[in-house]
């Protein structure tokens, strides 16, 4: 099993950038789709990005287009987001989840079965 730790949360003003990061304990990552999701207040997990370990294409949820960015590092076995011009809107706990579900369906939540603790980001003034 792959087992998701998220770090790097944190506050960061709007327009900020900020980077998470999900190492996991394992070699095999290649083997494993690794998604990243939020859960604001009062609102449903969503799917934020996601790599598909068949083809190690990456997908977005359209509200992150152009401003996050997920990749892999096999040396250190971690996933990472990076997320810039950051808006009040992307406040949240994110977590990292690892599955064996490929192409567009690794933005959506309840095909993973193991998921990271969570790291709040919140972006303030």
């Known amino acids: 099993q792959l087992q998701p730790v998220e770090s790097g949360g944190g506050l960061v003003q709007p327009g900020g950038s900020l980077q998470l990061a999900c190492p996991n304990s394992?070699?095999?990552?290649?083997?494993?789709?690794v998604g990243w999701f939020r859960q604001a207040p009062g609102k449903e997990r969503e799917g934020i990005s996601c790599?598909?370990?068949?083809?190690?294409?990456?997908y977005y949820t359209e509200s992150v287009k152009g401003r996050f960015t997920a990749v892999r590092d096999f040396a250190d076995h971690t996933v990472s987001l990076q997320m810039k011009s950051l808006k009040p809107e992307d406040t949240g706990v994110y977590y990292c989840a690892s599955g064996l579900m490929y192409g567009a369906d690794c933005l959506i939540p309840r095909y993973y079965d193991d998921w990271g603790q969570g790291t709040q980001v919140t972006v303030s003034e």
């Open positions: 790599i598909s370990a068949d083809d190690g294409n990456t």
């Open positions: 394992v070699t095999t990552l290649s083997d494993w789709t």
